[in-house]
């Protein structure tokens, strides 16, 4: 797929960080973004500079995602491309033992269940909503009718301690890749996931210095933490490639990740 003012794209979570850079890059080649993400002001500000729209949703509800859909589609056009970049993270291991008291207390499923409807559910509900629209339109010259990339993590296939619920949320995510792409093979959509490592988005730049100086080193090479625009640069691979489909890939820095 060419990237041209012909395109619409619709990126989750773009307001800031990987989905950012994401916008800003496609934004680049003339793409008209539509930004999906909580954070009014600062998404509106994207969208106002990038000359595209904000739509405020929750990708846990049927109802916000429908709306925002609806409003993207009446500012930008049907969308050709979806980046689902919306997600969150927790920390809590799956039972714990209290230091003082011992106390021994398991983790509430109710608090794993909230990272995997946001993450996976979330992720899954907007492909499908998204792939609906994109069958309306016709094929390109090229054989695509769509491409959708979505964000896992490297925690996808070495999760740390405490990160049960965010590891299992984006391992599924690897998971439902490759069926999601058979799903759709006659159809002229792709599907394709970017498993990051440490990048520096606003939650790791806002660590402390001597942390963010630790994380950096333990990546193999190059020694820093990523650019959420290399981030970027792979959504755009993915999305021009037209021979990359079904495919998870890792962009870190050949990081793997130790057990805490």
């Known amino acids: 797929m060419q990237l041209n003012s012909d395109i619409a794209a619709i990126i989750t979570g773009g307001a800031s960080g990987l989905g950012a850079a994401t916008a800003k890059r496609l934004a680049s080649h003339g793409v008209k973004v539509a930004i999906f993400d909580m954070n009014e002001a600062v998404g509106q500000a994207l969208a106002s500079e990038l000359g595209g729209v904000y739509c405020n949703v929750d990708v846990t509800s049927d109802e916000q995602v ?14 050709r491309i979806l980046v689902n970049c919306a997600g969150t993270a927790d920390a809590v291991k799956t039972a714990s033992r209290d230091k003082k008291t011992g106390e021994i207390r398991p983790c509430a499923a109710d608090r794993f269940d909230r ?17 609906a629209g994109m069958l309306t339109l016709a094929l390109l ?10 964000t896992a993590s ?48 606003p939650l790791l730049m806002g660590l402390p210095d001597n942390v963010k100086q630790a994380l950096a080193a333990s990546v193999p ?13 792979a959504v755009e691979f ?23």
């Open 66 to 79: 429908d709306a925002a859909f609806a409003k993207a589609r009446a500012a930008v056009g049907q969308e």
């Open 141 to 150: 010259a090229d054989g695509d009718r769509g491409a959708i990339v979505n």
């Open 238 to 260: 993915l999305v021009t490639c037209g021979y990359m489909n079904a495919e998870s890939i890792r962009v870190d820095g050949a990081i793997r990740m130790a057990p805490r």
């Open 154 to 201: 490297a925690a996808a296939q070495d999760g740390q301690a405490g990160q049960a619920s965010y590891a299992a949320s984006k391992a599924a995510i690897v998971g439902m890749t490759l069926p999601i792409a058979r799903d759709l093979m006659d159809e002229g959509v792709r599907v394709n996931t970017i498993m990051p490592g440490l990048f520096g988005t």
């Open 115 to 131: 990272i995997i409807q946001i993450n996976l559910v979330g992720t899954f509900r907007c492909i499908a909503k998204s792939v």
């Open 221 to 233: 090479c190059p020694k820093r933490l990523g650019d959420p625009d290399e981030f970027a640069q």
